[in-house]
């Protein structure tokens, strides 16, 4: 990874003790965490809602901040979601407010160490990778994702271990480069795994009806 660049990490809470979670983000020397989860609270590991994470990071020094509203996997603006009600995480990634929260992130990068929180354990399968990290990596910033081991595993590493998921080439083929089998890899990773919402409202003529 070329250090001269912005560097921002992932990282998912899971259902981490307290302690563990903390030890993750010293072991990584994160100084700031940006949640970009768009409910920012947890049935099942409620020390990670909201006001239990800011308090539990201010005791030890680290950073927060929240940008669930622009970078979040569930966007309150109806026109992200397909006839299905399924996020479309390419129409999230074209609003302009997601693409000023990424230049934040990246504002932010340039001088501490960040680390993007969300919920899940496994990059893969969490928008913080198949949406934000994906959006950074094309605008040149470095990123790599804190797994709930402890190790580091860059991006580019997490993208191959996709290929292999989706069992595309990994260097691409005749008629396609890495960049264009990876691309294919991450859109079919979000229709897995991209939230869908069941009460949107239906659309009649253009418009929506009234709820």
């Known amino acids: 990874m070329n250090q001269t ?4 990490l992932t990282v998912g ?11 993750l983000l010293v072991r990584h020397g994160v100084d700031e965490i940006i949640d970009v989860r768009s409910a920012p609270y947890s049935r099942y ?16 020094g680290i950073g927060y901040a929240y940008l669930g509203g622009e970078l979040g996997g569930r966007p309150a603006d109806r026109s992200c979601y397909d006839a299905d009600g399924r996020v479309r995480y390419d129409r999230v990634a074209a609003i302009d407010s997601f693409d000023d929260a990424l230049r934040r992130v990246t504002r932010v990068a340039d001088e501490n160490r960040v680390a993007l929180l969300c919920t899940e354990k496994e990059p893969l399968e969490c928008h913080r990778t198949l949406l934000v990290a994906r959006a950074l990596a094309e605008r040149g910033v470095d990123v790599a994702h804190i797994q709930g081991d402890g190790s580091l595993e860059d991006h580019d590493d997490a993208m191959s271990r996709l290929l292999d998921l989706h069992k ?13 089998v990876i691309a294919e ?25 009234a709820p």
């Open 5 to 8: 660049k912005p560097m921002v």
């Open 13 to 23: 809470h899971s259902n981490h003790p307290p302690e563990a979670f903390i030890n």
């Open 45 to 60: 590991a409620s020390q990670f809602n909201h006001e239990g994470i800011q308090r539990m990071l201010d005791d030890i």
């Open 168 to 180: 595309l080439p990994p260097h691409g083929d005749m008629f396609r480069t890495r960049a264009d």
């Open 185 to 209: 890899a991450l859109d079919r990773q979000a229709r897995k795994f991209a939230y869908v919402e069941t009460n949107l409202p239906p659309v009649i003529d253009g418009w929506e009806s």
